[in-house]
Structure formats: structure tokens, C-alpha cells
């Protein structure tokens, strides 16, 4: 006849295991829903300053233009400080999707990095459960003499 205490440790184990187990799927689904908001949030933000930097150039064109007109001038000195403007605004954009790639990057690092963290404790919830399961089965074995 089995040994009720040996049976309940050894069924402990494995709820312990399965327990183990959903816990690291509940924080992998947390966590890349997460890095998921978090990449959006970046993505927005970027795309918000692009717009912004935009319509200061926009702005900035229009007044020079303007300018321009109203004094006369044109030609080559006109088209410069146009260019420029345009320049500006150009590397303005280039850096702000830079710092958005960033991060992108940094995010994606946090989620590997804390992916890792959570297998390491499923690794970790996993050993016990087999150890307890182990042991359960040893004090099994020597109270039945089998």
C-alpha cells in the first residue's frame, strides 16, 4: 500500500512544477505586452517631435522667403539660407529617428534581459519541484522497504 504522506509531497511537486511554469508564461505575456506599449509610446513620441521639428522648418522657409521678398533679394543668397534651413531640419529628423532606433534597442535589450531573469526563476522553481518530488519518492522507497 503506498504512503499517503510520500504521494501528497510527490503531487505537491508537480502542482509545484506546473505552478512554476505558468507563473514564468504569465510574466513572458506580461512583459512583452509591455515592451510592446513601450516601443508604441516610443515610435509616438518620435513621431511627434518629427512633426514638430517639420513645421518649424516650414515656418522658418516661409519667413525667409518672406523676407526675402520684401527686401527684394533672391538669387543665390536666397536659395542658401533656404538650403540651409532645409539642411537643419534634415539632420534635426535624422537624429530624433536615431534616438527612436535607440530606443527601440534599449527596450528590446530590457526584454531579453528580464526574459532571461524569468527563465532563470522557472529554471530555478523547476529544480525544486524535482528535488521535492525526488525526495518524496526516496522517503517512499525507504518507508516501504521497495
Do not use: F, H, W
Not at 508604441?40 to 521639428?53: E, G, H, N, P, V
Not at 528590446?108 to 518530488?133: D, F, P, R, W
Amino acid at each position: 500500500m503506498c504512503e499517503p504522506v510520500s504521494i501528497t509531497a510527490g503531487v505537491l511537486a508537480v502542482v509545484g512544477a506546473a505552478s512554476a511554469v505558468y507563473s514564468a508564461n504569465q510574466q513572458q505575456k506580461a512583459l512583452n505586452q509591455q515592451a510592446q506599449a513601450q516601443q508604441k509610446q516610443i515610435d509616438q513620441a518620435a513621431s511627434a517631435r518629427t512633426d514638430d521639428r517639420l513645421k518649424v522648418a516650414r515656418e522658418q522657409r516661409a519667413a525667409a522667403r518672406a523676407a526675402s521678398a520684401e527686401s527684394g533679394t533672391s538669387g543665390n543668397s536666397t536659395d542658401a539660407i533656404l538650403n540651409d534651413l532645409l539642411m537643419q531640419s534634415g539632420r534635426d529628423v535624422s537624429r530624433i529617428e536615431k534616438n527612436r532606433e535607440n530606443g527601440q534597442l534599449e527596450s528590446q535589450q530590457e526584454v531579453s534581459s528580464k526574459t532571461s531573469e524569468i527563465n532563470g526563476q522557472l529554471v530555478s522553481g523547476l529544480a525544486g519541484s524535482a528535488s521535492a518530488g525526488a525526495n518524496a519518492y526516496s522517503s517512499y522507497k525507504i518507508k516501504t522497504g521497495k
